[in-house]
């Protein structure tokens, strides 16, 4: 079962403050400073979407993936009236494989952290970088140790009209891995509610281990900053955006 089975329907309403806009504003600046020009990219682990539909609607042509298939049945009816729709693919991170390569590739939102294997992660980063042309840049943002350290034994809630979601937080020092336990609540056309659990797992990366895995899949000019900003990180950051490239061939 896809950790966003129940989760998926309601993700957008819950997602509302994540400045998808702004997001996609940062990785098109990015993109104008690509050492080759950025006409196709890769949304790896996209969710239900947003970031691909932006980026398409700016007349990218984009190939999103994703393992969980409810999120892509989210994504696609997003997608339905835009005229270049971005094309969509069940694909997990580590068993990624396209038609041809990519200018560009993007992951947003944290989705990298979702890899709580070394080699699932290791894996994605060869895989990204097989399917990028040379002088193409891989984009990603990460929630960072200190964040998911910070959430051990926390309680969120999101709430709309018709849903409300609550999650409780626990970070294993041990493991490096944050665990969420998720209840939704959705109401029903009877005025009833319906409640649903999901558990999600992210594993806190460091830096270091980012930039290494990253050079050993053959990445060069790795550059980790703060989130949607070209400065250092601080020491309290909660998110990164972690910035890697393909050389060009001589």
Request: glycine share 6%; proline share 4%.
């Amino acid at each position: 079962m896809s950790s966003y089975h129940t989760l998926a329907g309601s993700y957008d309403g819950l997602m509302a403050g994540g400045s998808y806009r702004r997001r996609a504003d940062f990785l098109e600046r990015r993109f104008r400073k690509s050492a080759i020009p950025v006409r196709t990219v890769l949304d790896l682990a996209c969710g239900t979407g947003t970031i691909a539909c932006l980026l398409a609607e700016r007349g990218y042509e984009v190939l999103a993936t994703d393992g969980s298939e409810e999120m892509l049945a989210q994504a696609a009816a997003k997608a339905a009236n835009l005229e270049r729709p971005p094309l969509f693919l069940r694909q997990a991170m580590p068993r990624l494989r396209l038609l041809e390569p990519v200018d560009a590739a993007v992951s947003t939102l944290d989705s990298l952290n979702y890899l709580t294997r070394e080699r699932d992660l290791r894996e994605t980063f060869r895989r990204v970088f097989r399917w990028l042309k040379p002088g193409g840049q891989f984009l990603f943002d990460v929630n960072t140790p200190h964040k998911l350290r910070r959430m051990d034994g926390q309680l969120y809630t999101d709430e709309t009209e018709e849903s409300c979601c609550v999650w409780r937080t626990f970070f294993s020092e041990k493991t490096q891995i944050c665990t969420y336990q998720v209840d939704l609540f959705r109401l029903r056309p009877d005025g009833a509610w319906d409640r649903s659990f999901e558990e999600h797992r992210e594993r806190a990366w460091g830096g270091e281990t980012l930039r290494q895995f990253l050079t050993e899949a053959g990445f060069s000019r790795v550059r980790i900053t703060g989130d949607l900003t070209s400065r250092p990180p601080r020491a309290d950051e909660d998110r990164w955006i972690v910035q890697a490239e393909k050389e060009l061939m001589t």
